[in-house]
Structure formats: C-alpha cells, structure tokens
C-alpha cells in the first residue's frame, strides 16, 4: 500500500474491559478507576440516536475508547462495504476511538451474513487478496487498523503456512496492527495441535497493539470460544508469556454472556494486571 495512512500513535495505555449494556448503570453510577479504557462493539453503535448511543456519549466522558467490529469481512470474496466503512468512520470521529479493530477471517458472501468469525486458509493466494483490502479500507479510514486472530474448528487442506506465519505476513504487507488474542490463540492451539507460544513468538513485536482475554468451554474434544466465563490459569500462564513478549500493550477482557457484577469483572481484571506486573518484572 502507498504509506499515507496515520500510525495509531495514542497514548491509551493500561488495562480495559468490553463495554456491555448490562453494566451501563454501574459504570455511570461510580466509574471504576481501576478501568484505565473501554471498547465497545462497533455494530451497537451505528444507527442515529437511541438508548446505546445515548450511554455511550455519557461514559465516553469518562473513559477513552477503541472500537471493535465483527462485519468488516476483510477475507470474504465480496466487495467492501463502504456504507459499512462510512458508519464506522463517523462513530470513530465522534468517539474520538483511539483506534479500530476487526476480525482476519470472513463473514459472509454474495450479501449472506453468515453471522460467524469463519477461518482463511493460509494461501499465498489469501494473504494477497486480503492484504488489497486492508489497504483500501486504512485509505478510506485514514488510519491503521487492529486485525484479531480468530478462534477455530476447522482447518483447511490446501494450507501452505501456520497461522502465526499469515498473521505476521497481513501485518508486515498490508502496514496494520494485530489484536492478540491470547486465548483464541490457547483455543487453535487445543483444537488443531500446535505449541501456543511458538505463535507468540513468531509475532513482530512492534505489530502487537492490543490485547484480548476472554474464558471458553471446554468440552474435551474441542475448545469453543464463548467468552461467557472467568480466564482459566493457562490463558492466564500465556498471557504472562505474552506480556514478557510484548511489554506493557494495552489488554483486556471480553465477557459476551453470562456477565457477573461490574465488581467481579474488575477484580479479575485486577487478576490480568498483577500477571502483566510480574511478567514487565521478570522482562525487565
């Protein structure tokens, strides 16, 4: 891509959580000072008006924010949505969103929402094809944006390199960020048999520009991602790793269903900051 794109250079540092409708009230009632940013969903967020939007101008007053999409399809073979790309612009600029994130996989095609995070094979022929992307979309939005690992079940035959190696390459090639996510990293690693820390190691560090934590359900066979309980000590054990890694990257936690007290998911979050303390530690 021609480099006319804006670096993400914002000084959001420290330790986030996922902005959820269920805590509105508690966050505006006594804002946690333990909460140093939020994200929110990116799709909550792109109609004109409403209670969402309502909230979210009266917690951005006390909160810087990142956004986080799920419809970018940046793989899928269909054409960019830059209606999509239009909303997602103007609620950056009226949030002033330190940066945008979505997902390296595909959604959908020929205007079916598969409504799901489907996997990329790892092809030459992929990585060309998503890198064209990437670029067109920093261009419309003048910036860098922060693309995640997905979570997966399948792997695809004709896969010519892991998936550390495609991920490294979208980001050197197409000049993006990587949203690490370290337990769909701990979840492929399960499901499909690899080392997870030979996938943070292959990662350039200067790439890495958030990261996500969130629980899963494991049934044994296979990891799903579920995002609908607390952090297991192996995530957290990785996340050390990836601490130790990448030095004080701004990290988080997800939690989609099942959500506890605003109280507990600070606490846990407390957890995720003394990990990074003792990793920055022993780094330095």
């Not at 790793?241 to 507990?264: K, Q």
Request: aromatic share 8%; with cysteine; net charge negative.
């Amino acid at each position: 891509m021609t480099r006319t794109t804006a670096a993400t250079s914002s000084p959001l540092q420290g330790f986030g959580l996922g902005l959820r409708r269920e805590h509105y009230h508690a966050i505006l009632e006594a804002p946690p000072a333990a909460v140093d940013w939020l994200e929110i969903l990116t799709e909550n967020y792109l109609v004109d008006g409403g209670k969402p939007l309502h909230f979210l101008e009266r917690i951005r007053q006390h909160f810087p924010m990142v956004m986080h999409g799920v419809s970018l399809s940046i793989g899928s073979a269909a054409p960019l949505d830059f209606g999509y790309l239009g909303r997602v612009r103007a609620l950056a600029r009226r949030i002033d969103a330190a940066w945008i994130s979505d997902h390296l996989c595909w959604t959908g095609t020929d205007g079916l929402n598969l409504h799901d995070l489907m996997p990329l094979p790892f092809t030459e022929e992929a990585l060309a094809h998503v890198v064209s992307r990437v670029a067109r979309v920093q261009e419309y939005l003048g910036q860098r944006i922060l693309l995640e690992n997905v979570s997966s079940y399948i792997t695809y035959d004709h896969s010519t390199m892991p998936e550390w190696e495609f991920l490294r390459a979208v980001a050197e090639q197409a000049d993006c960020h990587i949203l690490l996510d370290v337990n769909n990293v701990y979840v492929n690693a399960r499901n499909h048999g690899f080392d997870p820390r030979t996938f943070l190691d292959q990662l350039p560090v200067e790439r890495v520009r958030q990261i996500h934590l969130a629980g899963h359900f494991d049934r044994g066979d296979v990891i799903i991602d579920t995002h609908d309980r607390a952090i297991i000590a192996p995530v957290l054990d990785l996340y050390a790793a990836a601490a130790h890694r990448f030095g004080p990257v701004p990290a988080m936690i997800e939690r989609d269903s099942e959500l506890p007290a605003l109280e507990a998911l600070v606490a846990e979050l407390d957890t995720v900051r003394q990990v990074a303390a003792r990793a920055w530690q022993e780094a330095a």
